[in-house]
Nanobody, 126 residues
Framework: QVQLVESGGGLVQAGGSLRLSCTTS????????MGWFRQAPEKEREFVAV????????YYLHSVKGRFTISRDNAKNTVYLQMNNLKPEDTAVYYC???????????????????WGQGTQVTVSS
């Protein structure tokens, strides 16, 4: 059974940093594009960042560009989201997700992803 497990969430003051990790059991992890999404209370889930299987391509939500960095370690089956200069509006449950064989799909949309983690809470206080 494929599992994605996020960790690293928590409570931080505005301007602080957190590093989220997502370790997966997907077979041949290096063949998967990996994304991060988030969902704030009473809001729809939104795309945050994506990294291609080869790590040669990354793309970010406009409001996090320059503050967040997505990366991956294929040897550890893990994708990371380094979040700096956090703002209260970044408060949400953060989810990682995997996508395989979706060439040409819009990887900013949830439907492009096959497996999801359970999420990790990030709370940024003002």
């Amino acid at each position: 059974q494929v599992q994605l497990v996020e960790s690293g969430g928590g409570l931080v003051q505005a301007g602080g940093s957190l590093r989220l990790s997502c370790t997966t059991s997907v077979p041949a992890f290096s063949n998967y594009d990996m994304g991060w999404f988030r969902q704030a209370p009473e809001k729809e889930r939104e795309f945050v960042a994506v990294i291609s299987w080869s790590a040669t391509y990354t793309y970010y939500l406009h409001s996090v560009k320059g503050r967040f960095t997505i990366s991956r370690d294929n040897a550890k089956n893990t994708v990371y989201l380094q979040m700096n200069n956090l703002k209260p509006e970044d408060t949400a449950v953060y989810y990682c997700a995997s996508s395989f064989g979706r060439s040409g799909w819009d990887l900013t949309t949830s439907s492009a992803y096959d497996y999801w983690g359970q999420g990790t809470q990030v709370t940024v206080s003002s």
